[in-house]
T-cell receptor, first 113, second 109 residues
Framework: NAGVTQTPKFQVLKTGQSMTLQCAQD?????MYWYRQDPGMGLRLIYY???????DKGEVPNGYNVSRLNKREFSLRLESAAPSQTSVYFC????????????FGQGTRLTVV | DQQVKQNSPSLSVQEGRISILNCDYT??????FLWYKKYPAEGPTFLIS?????DKNEDGRFTVFLNKSAKHLSLHIVPSQPGDSAVYFC????????FGTGTSLTVIP
């Protein structure tokens, strides 16, 4: 059981380049999330998708776009990368039940130079 | 505005002693609270949770306490082990998961 799988694990971009972070879950979860983790800032929500076909902004959505491709996949796109987007990105998913936990992927370490 | 706060960035504890990690929240509508553990280069993993109808939940060495009137929860680890050294995040759920900034726990052998 793979759980939540993120690709790639590491990436270096030049300022202005674009890229898409991929996330897939095999737990049949309805909700999926993208977070970024920065030192001293904890986990901050970028975007989430409560169900297939819906997406909503989180705390720090600027500079990002998302696509909920189907129930399994939720991608995060950086259209024009900036050094401020250097971070570790985590994808997570959760069931629709209340009182449930979120399951996280291994993370993508992104450096923008 | 941070709705879930962990005011201690780090904590060091001797092996065998109790570790107490604290978390405060501001939104009284939160009804489910979780603790996650994170090792370097890995994703956070779920540790223990508590719903707002309870004030204590225990799982082995880990106990979470909830004080709704104070909007405060704490995680107790007894006895602490070197393998418990990690970053601990508390979280609360509304329509999404709100995470604190984390506390880095070091258990000294």
């Amino acid at each position: 059981n793979a759980g939540v799988t993120q690709t790639p694990k590491f990436q270096v971009l030049k300022t202005g380049q674009s890229m898409t972070l991929q996330c897939a879950q095999d737990m049949n979860h309805n909700s999926m999330y993208w977070y970024r983790q920065d030192p001293g800032m904890g986990l901050r929500l970028i975007y989430y998708s409560a169900s297939e076909g819906t997406t909503d902004k989180g705390e720090v959505p600027n500079g990002y776009n998302v696509s909920r491709l189907n129930k399994r996949e939720f991608s995060l796109r950086l259209e024009s990368a900036a050094p401020s987007q250097t971070s570790v990105y985590f994808c997570a998913s959760s069931d629709v039940r209340i009182y449930t936990e979120a399951f996280f992927g291994q993370g993508t370490r992104l450096t923008v130079v | 505005d941070q709705q879930v706060k962990q005011n201690s960035p780090s904590l060091s504890v001797q092996e065998g002693r109790i570790s107490i990690l604290n978390c405060d929240y501001t939104n009284s509508m939160f009804d489910y609270f979780l603790w996650y553990k994170k090792y370097p280069a890995e994703g956070p993993t779920f540790l223990i949770s508590i719903s707002s109808i309870k004030d204590k939940n225990e799982d082995g060495r880990f106990t979470v306490f909830l004080n709704k009137s104070a909007k405060h929860l704490s995680l107790h680890i007894v006895p602490s082990q070197p393998g418990d050294s990690a970053v601990y995040f508390c979280a609360a759920t509304g329509n999404q998961f709100y995470f604190g900034t984390g506390t880095s726990l070091t258990v000294i052998p």
